[in-house]
Nanobody, 123 residues
């Protein structure tokens, strides 16, 4: 079992940067594809990025491609999401999750969700 815990959220100005971290307990972390999702008020949870178990492959939503970077440090059981050039529409609660099966882009393919961390982009 892998249980994620997110941190690093906060409030930033448009154009600013934040780095989110997700520490996942469990000895099988290095075998798991990990994903980041987000949910804005009144909207469904949506895919942001995913990373393969080795870190060699990454996947991004079109809305964040070129601005966000997902990475991982298996020795630290940690996945990161570096967010640059933030926009007000990036405001949401960001969740880390462990991929179970199926498409990396689909919320239902993930289990063991974290509690989320709030990101607010506003002037």
């Amino acid at each position: 079992q892998v249980q994620p815990v997110e941190s690093g959220g906060g409030s930033v100005l448009p154009g600013g940067s934040l780095r989110l971290s997700c520490v996942a307990s469990g000895r099988t972390f290095s075998n798991k594809v990990m994903g980041w999702f987000r949910q804005a008020p009144g909207k469904e949870r949506e895919f942001v990025a995913a990373i393969s178990s080795s870190g060699g492959s990454t996947y991004y939503a079109d809305s964040v491609k070129g601005r966000f970077t997902i990475s991982r440090a298996n020795a630290k059981n940690t996945v990161y999401l570096q967010m640059n050039s933030l926009k007000p529409e990036d405001t949401a609660v960001y969740y880390c999750a462990v991929h179970y099966s199926g498409s990396y882009y689909y919320t239902g393919s993930y289990g063991y969700w974290g509690q989320g961390t709030q990101v607010t982009v506003s002037s």
